[in-house]
Structure formats: structure tokens, C-alpha cells
């Protein structure tokens, strides 16, 4: 008995050691499989650091050029042209010969405008060059505004106030003012108080927010003064200046005021004189007819100056986008020659989705590559946006205009694409897109600390294609996770490393 319980004690030290050494050799095996799980997380991810820097976001569209602008050259005279030069496409500079007239042509235009002088000094001669002393009133009324005053030029007082006077045509005052929040009718009675008059006035007219009130003009009421208009109860329904409702401007064209013969107020007929005027030794007909004589003189000083050499020149650089004649057909003075678009500056019409037309602005940069030149990147500057969409197969459009500076590459409807910028900013915050996740509308990136990887939430300004403006959630230098795969795929990759490593061990 004694034998058994000795061997049975000196057991027990074995098994503890074999305890031991099992325990010591999982804690290895986990520690193995620990630094194993980890290389495998870290051989399954990519990272990039955060850093500061600039982004842009912008939007495209595609289009063709065209000129910005053009300008239509006419023939200076009457006749025929001999000989055209150019042609629809062609480019021309100032001075360049377009065409050139038919002498013979030229000649007969000539030869007519000068019988038409002969005719016209004829006609001056048979008519009465006697003129009026006096100004009379064209209308029965009364006279509200009097602007000639004693030896004041008839024709200098028209130019700056449209006529001599102004005379009340109809019998009526008004008055107009906002559309007050009482409710008011046209045909409503008033009374309209002014100049510490009061008169019964009614709302002839309510049209776009406002209110006419007339008031008859039968005694001698001053018009330029604020009136009140007010309902029937007294209350003040709004103001405004008197004026006259239908004014009529009496009108002159020569001579000079020699005396004013009513006053404001005055009520004239028909035919009654206003003002008597000196120097007044010819009539506006005999006038009229002797400006159109030195006008016809002038002419005909130019035509036989340009017969010495008639040819039609450009007068603006460009390219002929129209041609508008033929040779030897008969044309006017003034008929439009050609048109010339202006090759300095070009438009770029291009169509921008419906969900970017919001953040397009005047003035914004664009940056312009032609099909025909696809090395080379072009400015230009957001000058139109177009408020009328167009609809094609579900999707709306909008017409941007752009324009660019002119180039010797660049010709009439050569397509390009632009590239907009909406918005930028610089010295910010920047991850790559890749390494943004959403969850339930969240924004987050997974950040690899060491060995450790944290799924951290941040805040999210610009964003484009390749970057996105980090606002709160990171700092720079951090790394964060830029592969497609997920927390998820790292897990499931760190449980097959250790079922494999498992299995192997089991083996």
C-alpha cells in the first residue's frame, strides 16, 4: 500500500509539466497564428496616406465653335457688280478688294442722280420760303407746362424737353399709385386731395399693381404736385403726382421766341397762339427741301470720287460666313453685300446635363480640347446659360455658351468637349475615393493604425472622380484602406488564414 500511494504521489509532478508544457505550447501556437492572421490582413489591403493638397470639381459637356460675333457689310451705292472675289469661307482682312463695281453701271447712277438734282433745284425755287410767326395751339385744352421762355431757340427747347408746351388734350388729371390692400373696383369714386384743394376723382384703371385715378380738369389745377387719394371713408388708399392724363406736346422747329402769349393754366382752342417767333424768314418745307439738297450734293461728291476707283473692300478681319449678291445684277445702296464673322473670338455652345446645370456659373473657367487638336487644352470663360432645357431619350440638357479666344487652328463648327470647373479649393485634406464606404447614408474609411484597422467616420466636402475633401474625421499622414475590398473581405480573409493554418496543425 505504501509502494502504490509513492508511485501514485511521484505522478502528480509529470502531469503538471505535461500540463504546463501543452498550455505554453498553445500560447505559442496562438501567438503564431496571431502574427500570421495579421500579415494576412496586411497582405490583403492597400493603403495611401492622408495628405493636403487641391481639388476641383468639374462637369462636361460637348459642342462645335462658332463666331461670336458678325458683321454685314453693304453696298455703299447703286449699280451693278462687275467682279467678286471671294466666296462663301474665305478669310479676308481690312482693306482686302471683295469686288468690284460696274463702271457703266456706275455711270448711269450717276447720271440719274444728277437729273434729280437738276429737279430739286427746280422745286426749290417754285416754293414759298415765306415762315410763321406764330405757334399755335394744334389741340383745345389746357395748358399744364410751359418750357420756352423770351428769345429762347425753338429747335434747342424741342431737343431738351420734347416740345414748346403741354396742354391737358382730354379734360382730365391723373393720378397712379400702388395697388393698396383695400379692395378697390375700377369705377370706384374717390376724392383726391392736393394743393389744399380736394376733388371727386374716380379709379379709371387697375393694371400690373397699379391704381388710376383721373380727376376732371375744368378749373386751374397745377399739375407736378403729390396728391392723396382716399376711399369714402377717409382712408388714405394711397399718393402719387398729379400729371396730365393725356398730355399733348406742342412742337416747332425753327425760329426764335420773340413773346409767350398764355400761361400755365390758359385754356386755348384749336388754332389759339402760344408764342410768336422771329427769325422765322423761312418755312420748315423750304427748310426740309435745302437739307435734302446738300445731302444729294454730297452724294454725288462721293460717287465721282469713288468711280475713280470702285471696288468693295473689307473693312473687319474674319471669314465669310455668307455671301448675299451675284455678278452683274442691280442693287441698291444699302443692300448687304456679305456677312463677315469675327475670327478673334469664338463661341463654344456646349449641352450640360440637367445634374450638374445648377452648378454651372457666368464666368466660370472652362478648359476646352478640340477633337481635331486633342494635345492641346484651350481657356475659356462661361459667358450664357441657357433657361430652356432640351429633352432627349429621358435626359435633359442645357446649352452653356462659352467663349474662347481666336486661334489660326481653330475654324467655324470644329467640335470640342469643355470641362467646366464648379467648384475648388486648395490646402485641403484628400483621400482616394476607393477608400470611402457608406453605411445607412455614413461616410466612412477604414484606418490602419500598426496592426490595428478602425472603422472611422469623417465628413466629406468636394468630391470628383479621384479624390474627396476630407472636413472632420482625419488627419493628415494617416493611412487609410484604398482597395475595394471591405472590412468584411478582410475578415472573411483572416478566417480562412486561420482555418488553413488549423488544418495544417491538426495534420
Excluded at 370706384?188 to 379709379?203: I, L
Excluded at 404736385?225 to 406742342?250: C, D, F, Q
Excluded at 402760344?274 to 437739307?291: S, W
Aim: charged content about 25%; overall charge negative; proline content about 2%.
Amino acid at each position: 500500500m505504501k509502494n502504490q500511494e509513492t508511485r501514485k504521489k511521484r505522478k502528480w509532478p509529470i502531469v503538471v509539466a505535461i500540463l504546463v508544457l501543452l498550455l505554453l505550447a498553445a500560447i505559442l501556437s496562438l501567438f503564431i497564428l496571431g502574427r500570421k492572421a495579421t500579415t494576412a490582413i496586411q497582405n490583403s489591403v492597400t493603403t495611401e496616406a492622408v495628405f493636403t493638397g487641391s481639388i476641383s470639381v468639374t462637369t462636361e459637356g460637348s459642342g462645335s465653335v462658332e463666331a461670336a460675333s458678325t458683321k454685314a457689310l453693304a453696298l455703299e451705292y447703286d449699280g451693278k457688280l462687275e467682279t467678286i472675289y471671294v466666296e462663301k469661307g474665305d478669310q479676308v482682312q481690312p482693306g482686302d478688294v471683295l469686288a468690284i463695281y460696274d463702271t457703266d453701271a456706275l455711270d448711269s447712277v450717276i447720271e440719274a442722280k444728277e437729273a434729280e438734282l437738276e429737279q430739286l433745284n427746280s422745286t426749290i425755287v417754285a416754293t414759298d420760303d415765306s415762315g410763321s410767326t406764330s405757334i399755335t395751339a394744334p389741340v383745345t385744352g389746357r395748358v399744364k407746362r410751359i418750357y420756352a421762355s423770351t428769345d429762347d431757340v425753338v429747335s434747342n427747347v424741342v431737343d431738351a424737353n420734347g416740345g414748346l408746351a403741354e396742354i391737358s388734350a382730354d379734360g382730365k388729371l391723373k393720378v397712379e399709385f400702388p395697388l393698396p390692400e383695400t379692395t378697390l373696383y375700377e369705377g370706384d369714386s374717390v376724392t383726391v386731395d392736393f394743393d389744399s384743394k380736394s376733388a371727386d376723382g374716380t379709379v379709371e384703371k387697375i393694371e400690373d399693381g397699379i391704381v388710376r385715378v383721373t380727376i376732371k380738369d375744368d378749373t386751374e389745377y397745377m399739375v407736378d404736385t403729390t396728391a392723396v387719394v382716399r376711399g369714402k371713408s377717409g382712408v388714405k388708399l394711397g399718393e402719387g403726382i398729379l400729371l396730365s392724363n393725356h398730355p399733348y406736346l406742342v412742337t416747332a422747329s425753327y425760329g426764335i421766341i420773340d413773346s409767350v402769349e398764355v400761361t400755365k393754366t390758359s385754356f386755348v382752342n384749336a388754332g389759339d397762339v402760344l408764342f410768336t417767333r422771329r427769325d422765322a424768314a423761312y418755312n420748315q418745307t423750304y427748310l426740309d427741301l435745302l437739307t435734302d439738297r446738300e445731302e444729294l450734293i454730297e452724294e454725288l461728291q462721293e460717287l465721282k470720287e469713288y468711280q475713280k476707283n470702285p471696288v468693295v473692300t473689307a473693312d473687319c478681319e474674319g471669314y465669310i460666313v455668307s455671301l448675299d449678291v451675284l455678278e452683274g445684277m442691280p442693287y441698291e445702296k444699302d443692300q448687304q453685300f456679305c456677312t463677315i464673322a469675327d475670327a478673334q473670338t469664338l463661341n463654344l455652345k456646349v449641352e450640360i446635363d440637367e445634374l450638374d446645370i445648377d452648378g454651372v456659373e457666368v464666368g466660370q473657367h472652362a478648359s476646352v480640347v478640340f477633337d481635331a487638336f486633342e494635345d492641346e487644352t484651350y481657356d475659356g470663360t462661361v459667358e450664357k446659360i441657357s433657361g430652356v432645357g432640351t429633352n432627349s431619350g429621358g435626359v435633359t440638357t442645357y446649352t452653356v455658351t462659352i467663349a474662347l479666344e481666336g486661334d489660326t487652328h481653330l475654324k467655324n463648327a470644329m467640335s470640342a468637349t469643355a470641362a467646366i470647373t464648379l467648384a475648388s479649393k486648395d490646402n485641403v485634406l484628400l483621400i482616394p475615393v476607393d477608400a470611402i464606404e457608406t453605411i445607412e447614408g455614413q461616410k466612412y474609411v477604414q484606418v490602419m493604425d500598426g496592426d490595428l484597422i478602425t472603422q472611422t467616420p469623417v465628413t466629406l466636402g468636394l468630391v470628383n472622380t479621384e479624390y474627396a475633401e476630407v472636413t472632420e474625421g482625419l488627419t493628415s499622414g494617416q493611412q487609410v484602406v484604398v482597395n475595394t475590398r471591405t472590412s468584411t473581405d478582410i475578415l472573411s480573409a483572416m478566417m480562412a488564414q486561420r482555418d488553413s493554418m488549423m488544418g495544417g496543425s491538426r495534420n
